[in-house]
């Protein structure tokens, strides 16, 4: 009789281990009772390595059931179990693939596990073929199972009895194991992609794209949310992004499932600094020093709140004891100089402005003194000088950004310049030159709509009497998103009730000015726009930092546009602006800026 294409009764023929092992044949029944030991040691020699390993990391009870896995399923190899072959040949090709990403690291336990797979895939092969063997005589039948030596009742006589008694058992057990395993793969794909998100959003949080970082955070599963950290990381996110009352239910939560945890009151009293609730965050502000007594930051955090307030003492003890903390940082020392300021310490005030100048000598350092010492009337020459180096050195800056490719730079410089151009007008109108201050008000005002700059115009036009533009400033400060505090109530002490409502006009009117046709010929997509203007309202160079070409092809065109915006004097060459321009079929082109100005083509 002829089995497998192979005569049965052909007695078995010499072949390379190699060959036995990764691709065995069946030519008799010595074959058949050969690669059924093979497969059983093969199991075994696996086993062990397994429980070995396991047992090095840490992972005992993991080893003993991989042990009892492998150990079983090699006796049922060498019963000829096709479940068998297939079950352990199942299991480690898993858990091969599940450590492939720590093996790439390790390509010497790579090749070992490939080398495994193998030969329990032939394993499987071999099995496959066992079970299907039928002799066809008595001569091929496989030879009887021996008892004379120790290995030899391990891998013969053993197996042949425990078999039968295990078989439904380890049919259960694996199968439940398995499933576990699965199990525990979702599990560990789930952890991976949470892990994966978390340094995702955590990434955007660290490159202030607040927006992004929120949502990735929102994604996370539910059980993310157990750990306080991930709510102080949501709570920065809605915090950037501008929404308060998010961001304080976020720490809020943070707080519940950690009372101590400081950074949770920190960014609680942070959020409450932004929503002007001034009380609230001193009390979050001395929560977190409960905890921990030697955070400057939160010190000094605390003191701009008694600041804000007016409790200038207090202000001062507390800036104090952040400066005893870290008393080379220029951010306490600009605020206790102003503490001091405003408590009536002239001295000690310069005294500390000085030392922080000694720091860091620069145009935001001489501005943020500048306009300190306007604000409270005092040293208004030194305020003057301080003011118009910041000018003079941010103008310098920018004429060089100017003439160079478009980029970041050119627009927060400018942003900046507008606000030194605010703090020079204010220290101008305490000194009562309010022509010159007009000048600079207005053109700060009128380039970066600055809530600071247009409180600080309806100062000026109360001053000259004239009541209804000082309404129209204030309106307009009241108007726009970083209102200055002293805005709204100044309008209703003049208006009443119709403060609300003046502010809401203003705001339509200013968003109006935002938003220029130009007459393009149709095309779709929309783009955003570098522009230099320079002292004339001319456009001295227009550049797409992003716009598909149809839109960037007309780059030239907005050369032709003519602006009417204020420079305040003859120093000042160019101005950097950003603008959006939008196509669409049925709008045309609009060119929309950042701030609002009169365009025509």
């Given at each position: 009789?002829?089995?497998?294409?192979?005569?049965?009764?052909?007695?078995?023929?010499?072949?390379?281990?190699?060959?036995?092992?990764?691709?065995?044949?069946?030519?008799?029944?010595?074959?058949?009772?050969?690669?059924?030991?093979?497969?059983?040691?093969?199991?075994?020699v696996i086993a062990v390595l397994s429980v070995a390993v396991l047992a090095v990391n840490g992972h005992p009870g993991s080893?003993?059931?991989?042990?009892?896995?492998?150990?079983?399923?090699?006796?049922?190899?060498?019963?000829?179990?096709?479940?068998?072959?297939?079950?352990?040949?199942?299991?480690?090709?898993?858990?091969?693939?599940?450590?492939?990403?720590?093996?790439?690291?390790?390509?010497?336990?790579?090749?070992?596990?490939?080398?495994?797979?193998?030969?329990?895939?032939?394993?499987?092969?071999?099995?496959?073929?066992?079970?299907?063997?039928?002799?066809?005589?008595?001569?091929?039948?496989?030879?009887?199972?021996?008892?004379?030596?120790?290995?030899?009742?391990?891998?013969?006589?053993?197996?042949?009895?425990?078999?039968?008694?295990?078989?439904?058992?380890?049919?259960?057990?694996?199968?439940?194991?398995?499933?576990?395993?699965?199990?525990?793969?979702?599990?560990?794909?789930?952890?991976?992609?949470?892990?994966?998100?978390?340094?995702?959003?955590?990434?955007?949080?660290?490159?202030r794209n607040f927006k992004q970082a929120a949502e990735l955070y929102e994604a996370l599963p539910q059980a993310s949310f157990?750990?306080?950290?991930?709510?102080?990381?949501?709570?920065?996110?809605?915090?950037?992004?501008?929404?308060?009352?998010?961001?304080?239910?976020?720490?809020?939560?943070?707080?519940?499932?950690?009372?101590?945890?400081?950074?949770?009151?920190?960014?609680?009293?942070?959020?409450?600094?932004?929503?002007?609730?001034?009380?609230?965050?001193?009390?979050?502000?001395?929560?977190?020093?409960?905890?921990?007594?030697?955070?400057?930051?939160?010190?000094?955090?605390?003191?701009?709140?008694?600041?804000?307030?007016?409790?200038?003492?207090?202000?001062?003890?507390?800036?104090?004891?952040?400066?005893?903390?870290?008393?080379?940082?220029?951010?306490?020392?600009?605020?206790?100089?102003?503490?001091?300021?405003?408590?009536?310490?002239?001295?000690?005030?310069?005294?500390?402005?000085?030392?922080?100048?000694?720091?860091?000598?620069?145009?935001?350092?001489?501005?943020?003194?500048?306009?300190?010492?306007?604000?409270?009337?005092?040293?208004?020459?030194?305020?003057?000088?301080?003011?118009?180096?910041?000018?003079?050195?941010?103008?310098?800056?920018?004429?060089?950004?100017?003439?160079?490719?478009?980029?970041?730079?050119?627009?927060?410089?400018?942003?900046?310049?507008?606000s030194y151009w605010d703090t020079l007008g204010w220290v101008y109108f305490h000194q009562r030159d309010l022509k010159k201050?007009?000048?600079?008000?207005?053109?700060?005002?009128?380039?970066?709509?600055?809530?600071?700059?247009?409180?600080?115009?309806?100062?000026?036009?109360?001053?000259?009497?004239?009541?209804?533009?000082?309404?129209?400033?204030?309106?307009?400060?009241?108007?726009?998103?970083?209102?200055?505090?002293?805005?709204?109530?100044?309008?209703?002490?003049?208006?009443?009730?119709?403060?609300?409502?003046?502010?809401?006009?203003?705001?339509?009117?200013?968003?109006?000015?935002?938003?220029?046709?130009?007459?393009?010929?149709?095309?779709?997509?929309?783009?955003?726009?570098?522009?230099?203007?320079?002292?004339?309202?001319?456009?001295?160079?227009?550049?797409?930092?992003?716009?598909?070409?149809?839109?960037?092809?007309?780059?030239?065109?907005?050369?032709?546009?003519?602006?009417?915006?204020?420079?305040?004097?003859?120093?000042?060459?160019?101005?950097?602006?950003?603008?959006?321009?939008?196509?669409?079929?049925?709008?045309?082109?609009?060119?929309?800026?950042?701030?609002?100005?009169?365009?025509?083509?």
């Open positions: 009789m002829q089995t497998l294409e192979l005569s049965d009764s052909t007695p078995r023929t010499p072949e390379s281990r190699l060959k036995s092992l990764f691709w065995p044949s069946i030519q008799s029944g010595a074959d058949v009772d050969y690669l059924a030991v093979q497969g059983f040691w093969v199991c075994i080893g003993g059931l991989v042990l009892l896995y492998f150990y079983l399923g090699g006796i049922g190899v060498r019963e000829r179990s096709r479940f068998s072959a297939v079950a352990v040949l199942l299991f480690f090709a898993l858990d091969t693939v599940v450590s492939l990403r720590v093996l790439i690291f390790s390509p010497g336990a790579l090749v070992v596990r490939t080398i495994i797979t193998a030969l329990l895939l032939s394993n499987l092969r071999a099995t496959w073929i066992n079970s299907r063997w039928k002799p066809g005589s008595e001569e091929a039948a496989p030879p009887p199972r021996l008892g004379d030596t120790l290995a030899d009742r391990f891998s013969d006589q053993w197996p042949a009895w425990v078999w039968p008694k295990v078989r439904v058992l380890y049919y259960v057990f694996v199968a439940g194991y398995l499933l576990l395993t699965a199990l525990g793969l979702r599990v560990i794909s789930l952890r991976a992609r949470t892990v994966q998100l978390e340094r995702q959003a955590y990434s955007a949080l660290q490159a157990r750990r306080p950290e991930v709510w102080n990381a949501l709570g920065a996110a809605y915090l950037g992004e501008h929404e308060p009352d998010k961001a304080i239910h976020a720490y809020r939560q943070a707080i519940a499932l950690d009372p101590h945890n400081d950074r949770a009151w920190g960014g609680l009293s942070r959020t409450y600094f932004e929503k002007r609730k001034y009380e609230e965050a001193i009390a979050g502000y001395r929560k977190e020093l409960e905890i921990n007594p030697f955070d400057e930051e939160a010190e000094s955090n605390l003191g701009h709140s008694l600041l804000r307030l007016h409790r200038y003492p207090e202000a001062v003890t507390e800036l104090e004891n952040a400066y005893t903390l870290a008393s080379k940082d220029t951010r306490i020392l600009e605020r206790l100089g102003e503490a001091y300021l405003r408590n009536g310490q002239t001295d000690k005030a310069l005294e500390k402005f000085n030392q922080a100048l000694r720091i860091a000598a620069n145009p935001p350092m001489w501005n943020g003194i500048a306009y300190r010492l306007a604000d409270t009337g005092q040293r208004l020459d030194l305020a003057r000088h301080y003011a118009e180096l910041s000018v003079a050195a941010a103008e310098s800056e920018l004429r060089d950004v100017a003439q160079k490719q478009p980029g970041r730079d050119g627009a927060a410089l400018s942003s900046r310049l507008a201050a007009e000048r600079y008000l207005a053109a700060a005002w009128r380039h970066a709509e600055f809530s600071a700059a247009a409180y600080h115009l309806g100062q000026l036009y109360e001053a000259k009497g004239d009541r209804q533009k000082a309404i129209t400033m204030y309106a307009k400060a009241a108007s726009v998103a970083d209102q200055a505090p002293e805005a709204m109530p100044r309008l209703r002490e003049l208006v009443g009730d119709a403060a609300e409502r003046l502010a809401l006009e203003q705001q339509a009117a200013l968003a109006a000015t935002h938003t220029h046709q130009l007459a393009w010929p149709a095309v779709q997509g929309t783009g955003e726009v570098e522009l230099v203007i320079d002292a004339t309202g001319a456009v001295a160079r227009a550049d797409f930092l992003a716009a598909p070409a149809p839109i960037s092809a007309h780059t030239a065109e907005l050369g032709k546009l003519r602006f009417s915006l204020p420079f305040p004097d003859s120093a000042t060459s160019a101005f950097v602006h950003r603008a959006e321009v939008d196509c669409g079929p049925s709008a045309g082109c609009r060119l929309i800026l950042a701030h609002g100005d009169e365009a025509a083509p």
